[in-house]
């Protein structure tokens, strides 16, 4: 985490611990998978979807909201009838009838805007649920290599915040804002019938107002589009700065992270302060335009009044029927905003759909079937960046139930050739053969199915010990978790905690120490029985007391299965079949221990300098920290006394 911190370097040993050319990563992003064809009008095709899908809900909301809408018409007309037939003309006999229907289209709308509210804000919320769910099926199934180039915080942005908008589409703001187009043109019939020429006077101002939303929306959408932006960038790099707490510690580089994060925050405010000022200068357009039909009533109306063209009872359901007219435009434009950020979001969601998942690219590939494990590199090369090889023409076999080493300085390639094992990265040139078929051949999901893999730097969730070790197998009992346990030497802690396998480990496993960490992930990897077994640094967190239990637990591991090995202890690589020194991305040695020994050459050199040292210590090239040997001191006897 903290080596992704612009501003923010780490001491050259601690950057060194990086073995996948970190560095030449970092200058460019990794490239992110293939897209699929992706049109202007996709978001459009999107959200068209999303209301088909839920076509039933939304016309039952539709007809409700229809209901609603013209019931509340009926208030408006009961005034007519109030001025000019029981005031005008005192007919009081029409009193009671005009109170009763006023009621009850006051009961009916306010039982239909309770139904709209129930049957739209569960279809919006179940929508909003179904498209989050459908986004991250797919961003899981995405290559690692976009995973490399994304921040987490901009995922989950894509996942929680952007789903989030559809509410707009398929909840109440799209029914809604049909309602108030469908009132909007009631009214307006019922006001040409009522002054044609003074409702033609309140379109020109209408469509003058039309035209300046159409203006608005196209220059607000853009603002949406970059607000989530911005936010995704900020959530990442929050939420890379919390993770790394105590490396932003360890460095005081609190007033830093501060100064990033007030950047982003400042970026966000001025995106959202441009976006409140597109939508307040709308909202205050759209109050002119309310003022002048307001102008051009009086005038108008107050004429045809006076020329007895209008009653006042006319005039009054007139001035209702205008504000019934002039209040969904005015909704309109508020709808139309939210309806505007909605599709922002499903601009950026259909990016994400747009990528070819692993799993799309699997589907034209064969089933693998039983794996052996035999695993052979043909000439295989490989850059993270153009014409900056890390792995330049390796080529090996490890047959199956063998135990292959890698060997060598940080940054030789080891973590990157492990990566290509593990099918994260494909290679540039070469092939890579799994009992004889070419790895890009086969269904990936197949082939990791039969990978196991204990890293230096392991990953537990935030739950149980239990759950942890059964990850890799969900329908595990609690007799083989802690079978496996014994075998790791896991269980030796896990007895000591009151809950013991119910013991919550917390976020990254925090409450745990590292060495009972890979303790539970050596667990985890032995319950999932794979064919090919990757330890990368499987120990390195154990004292030597720890390692030396272990060690019985990974040779049974190791046993039949295809292992490659990546440590630093000769312990752990000693009794390996094959051992691979690499350097510079190539293979400058190859054998077993004492063949290597024997050879006199580089493998030689790093175990003399081990030796020397500490007798189960491997030390690369770049961390030689052997003492300078101390100055022989001569001891002289003491003189005996005659």
């Known amino acids: 985490m903290a080596i992704a911190f612009r501003g923010l370097r780490l001491p050259r040993s601690e950057a060194a611990r990086g073995r996948r050319s970190d560095a030449a990563r970092a200058a460019s992003p990794a490239p992110e998978p293939p897209k699929k064809k992706v049109t202007a009008s996709a978001a459009w095709r999107e959200a068209r979807e999303l209301v088909l899908a839920r076509r039933g809900r939304l016309a039952l909301g539709l007809a409700l909201m229809l209901v609603n809408r013209l019931v509340g018409m009926v208030l408006p007309a009961t ?22 229907v006023a009621g009850a289209a006051t009961i009916v709308q306010a039982v239909t805007a309770f139904s709209i509210s129930q049957v739209l804000g569960v279809a919006a919320q179940r929508a909003i649920t179904d498209m989050r769910r459908r986004v991250e099926a797919h961003v899981a199934r995405l290559p690692v290599r ?48 009522l002054n044609w020429w003074l409702t033609l006077a309140t379109l020109v101002a209408l469509a003058v107002f039309g035209g300046a939303m159409a203006i608005a929306f196209k220059r607000l959408r853009p603002l949406f589009r970059e607000r989530g932006k911005i936010n995704a960038e900020v959530t990442g790099r929050l939420n890379e700065t919390l993770n790394g707490i105590r490396i932003v510690k360890t460095y005081t580089a609190e007033k830093r992270e501060e100064l990033v994060f007030t950047r982003g925050v ?66 309109i434009a508020s709808i139309g905003t939210q309806i505007s950020e909605a599709f922002a979001g499903l601009d950026r969601i259909r990016e994400l759909f747009g990528m070819t998942t692993e799993d799309e690219e699997d589907s034209t590939k064969a089933p693998l079937g039983h794996v052996d494990g035999e695993v052979v590199f043909e000439g295989v090369s490989f850059e993270y960046n153009k014409d900056v090889p890390v792995l330049k023409n390796v080529s090996f076999k490890a047959p199956a139930g063998t135990t292959t080493a890698l060997v060598g300085s940080s940054g030789s390639g080891k973590s990157t050739l492990i990566s290509l094992v593990m099918a994260f990265n494909r290679p540039l040139t070469g092939r890579i053969l799994i009992d004889g078929r070419d790895l890009s051949t086969v269904r990936l999901r197949d082939y990791r199915s039969q990978i196991g893999v204990v890293l230096q730097d392991n990953f537990l ?36 905690f009151e809950a013991r396998y119910d013991t919550i480990v917390g976020e990254r496993g925090v409450k745990l120490s590292g060495g009972q960490r890979q ?7 032995i319950l999932a029985d794979p064919r090919i077994l990757v330890l990368d640094e499987a120990t390195s967190s154990l004292d030597s007391e720890s390692e030396a239990f272990i060690q019985d637990g990974l040779r049974s591991l190791r046993r039949g299965r295809t292992t490659f090995v990546i440590a630093h202890r000769l312990s752990t690589i000693r009794s390996a079949d094959q051992i691979l020194v690499i350097e510079h991305g190539e293979i400058v040695e190859r054998g077993t221990h004492e063949e290597l020994l024997a050879l006199g050459g580089r493998y030689r050199t790093l175990y003399d300098k081990q030796y020397n040292l500490e007798i189960d210590r491997f030390i690369n090239p770049g961390e030689d920290f052997t003492p300078e040997p101390a100055t022989p001191r001569v001891t002289v006897p003491p003189s005996r006394a005659l």
């Open 79 to 100: 005034s007519k009838y109030l001025i000019d037939d029981v005031i005008g003309r005192n007919q009081a006999d029409l009193l009671l009838p005009l109170a009763l």
């Open 146 to 193: 976009y995973f490399d180039s994304t921040q987490s915080g901009i995922l989950i942005s894509r996942i929680m915040s952007d789903a989030e908008g559809i509410r707009n589409l398929v909840g109440t703001g799209l029914v809604q804002f049909v309602g108030s187009v469908v009132t909007a043109i009631v009214a307006l019939g019922i006001l040409f019938y």
């Open 266 to 331: 400042h970026r966000l405010f001025r995106n959202i302060a441009q976006t409140i000022t597109g939508v307040s200068s709308i909202t205050a357009f759209s109050t002119v335009v309310v003022g002048i039909i307001a102008v051009l009533m009086i005038v108008m109306g107050g004429h045809a009044i006076l020329t007895k063209q209008m009653t006042l009872g006319d005039f009054v359901f007139y001035m209702v029927l205008t504000g019934l007219m002039a209040a969904p435009v005015v909704q």
């Open 461 to 496: 969730f935030d739950g149980t010990i239990a759950e942890n070790i059964r990850y890799g197998r969900p329908d595990a009992t609690a007799e083989e978790i802690q079978q496996v346990s014994r075998i790791a030497h896991a269980d030796e802690f896990i007895e000591g």
């Open 519 to 525: 303790r539970v992930a050596i667990a985890r990897a």
